[in-house]
T-cell receptor
Framework: DSGVTQTPKHLITATGQRVTLRCSPRSGDLSVYWYQQSLDQGLQFLIQYYNGEERAKGNILERFSAQQFPDLHSELNLSSLELGDSALYFC??????????????FGPGTRLTVT | DQQVKQNSPSLSVQEGRISILNCDYTNSMFDYFLWYKKYPAEGPTFLIS?????DKNEDGRFTVFLNKSAKHLSLHIVPSQPGDSAVYFCAGGGSQGNLIFGKGTKLSVKP
């Protein structure tokens, strides 16, 4: 158990809909990262938040947005869903070391199926 | 542009033998590298890391080697056990915060 929790575990929805994925980081971790894993693909970085502020953006679509709340949990919002958005979405957290290795710990993921 | 490449999608090894998983990278700016193990229906689990200023890091049965001149790293598992069967990802990290992952290598350890 990494200490990172994600809900829901599974989500099935229709094209055009909007969903929210939730992540609670490990106790003490200030940084949250969102990754997407599509079929036969590695993990693609979407976005990072640090202590409530957006810190880095990766290959995140404009239809997707995220935020980190004062209690440090984070939500990833996916809207106008398309079939191609079906994937595993992972959240990771870290202490966000600026010196040395900053290990990220991953949650169990949310499997999103868009029909 | 794939900054981190794992060119072997799969590897099969006999129990008790050595497993060697390879990873190549193109981005010289990585400050460190991490290896993760992933079982089906679970999130990636952190395994071992190495700083870009080191050439070797060892933790029990797992050793990671880094060859900066070749932009190559490898994970050695000795001895391999059936429970090691999983997908292994290498990732590069640095000041940018996020990790850049390879596509993974599926390791099968046969009893």
């Amino acid at each position: 158990d990494s200490g990172v929790t994600q809900t829901p575990k599974h989500l099935i929805t229709a094209t055009g809909q909007r969903v929210t994925l939730r992540c609670s980081p490990r106790s003490g971790d200030l940084s949250v990262y969102w990754y997407q894993q599509s079929l036969d693909q590695g993990l693609q970085f979407l976005i990072q938040y640090y202590n409530g502020e957006e810190r880095a953006k990766g290959n995140i679509l404009e239809r997707f947005s995220a935020q980190q709340f004062p209690d440090l949990h984070s939500e990833l919002n996916l809207s106008s869903l398309e079939l191609g958005d079906s994937a595993l979405y992972f959240c990771a957290s870290s202490v966000a070391n600026t010196v040395g290795i900053d290990e990220q710990y991953f949650g169990p993921g949310t499997r999103l199926t868009v029909t | 542009d794939q900054q981190v490449k794992q060119n072997s999608p799969s590897l099969s090894v006999q129990e008790g033998r050595i497993s060697i998983l390879n990873c190549d990278y193109t981005n010289s700016m990585f400050d460190y590298f991490l290896w993760y193990k992933k079982y089906p229906a679970e999130g990636p689990t952190f395994l071992i890391s190495i700083s870009s200023i080191k050439d070797k890091n060892e933790d029990g049965r797992f050793t990671v080697f880094l060859n900066k001149s070749a932009k190559h790293l490898s994970l050695h598992i000795v001895p391999s056990q059936p429970g090691d069967s999983a997908v292994y990802f290498c990732a590069g990290g640095g000041s940018q915060g996020n990790l850049i992952f390879g596509k993974g290598t599926k390791l099968s350890v046969k009893p």
